[in-house]
């Protein structure tokens, strides 16, 4: 089998919040993916069993979604996506609102937001794939999102072990 041909798959760059009692956290997430688009449309996302935002959405049942933007800087995917909130406080020195849904959102490099609830936890080995419904969504802005693609061939960035897609770097 030639993995190779799994790195022309597109995704965008996005940041997954969720926060239970007073402990909050969110990562970088490149597998957010729509299913349905009626109604309250679902998506699904694949999260790490050891990310600390893994164990924050299943304790929950919450979690808020951040679509990045072509100029996020590497340094704010860096804090987001290369530390666990585990130890330190990833919202300070983040701008980010207070979701209908009581978790955060990350407002900072953002130019959309989604307030989803969890529907369905499938073990999938190293990763939980979390289907979500959308219960509030918003539009910040109409500047150009960060792709997948754009972030390894513009911003050279590498993948963390902990990545959906990661095959070494
Ligand atoms: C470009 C990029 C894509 C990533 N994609 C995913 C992903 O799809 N799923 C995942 O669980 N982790 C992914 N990660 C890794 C997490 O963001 C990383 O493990 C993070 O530090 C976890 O933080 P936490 O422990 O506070 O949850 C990605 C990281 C980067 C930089």
Do not use: W
């Amino acid at each position: 089998m030639n993995k190779k041909a799994l790195f022309q798959l597109s995704y965008g760059v996005y940041i997954v919040c969720s926060q239970y009692e007073q402990n909050f956290s969110g990562c970088i997430i490149n597998t957010t993916t729509q299913i349905t688009a009626e109604e309250k449309p679902k998506i699904s996302i694949a999260v790490n069993k050891e990310n600390y935002t893994n164990e924050l959405i299943q304790k929950s049942k919450k979690a808020n979604i951040s679509v990045l933007l072509q100029t996020t800087p590497f340094e704010f995917i860096g804090k987001f996506g290369f530390r666990t909130g585990r130890e330190f406080d990833k919202l300070e020195g983040t701008n980010y609102k207070m979701g209908n849904n009581k978790i955060p959102v990350i407002t900072e490099n953002t130019n959309a937001y989604l307030e989803c609830n969890v529907l369905q936890s499938i073990d999938v080995g190293t990763h939980t794939l979390f289907i979500l419904e959308v219960e509030e969504a918003e539009v910040l802005g109409e500047n150009p999102v960060l792709t997948y693609d754009y972030y390894h061939r513009v911003i050279k960035g590498f993948t963390p072990p902990k990545a959906s897609t990661y095959q070494g770097n």
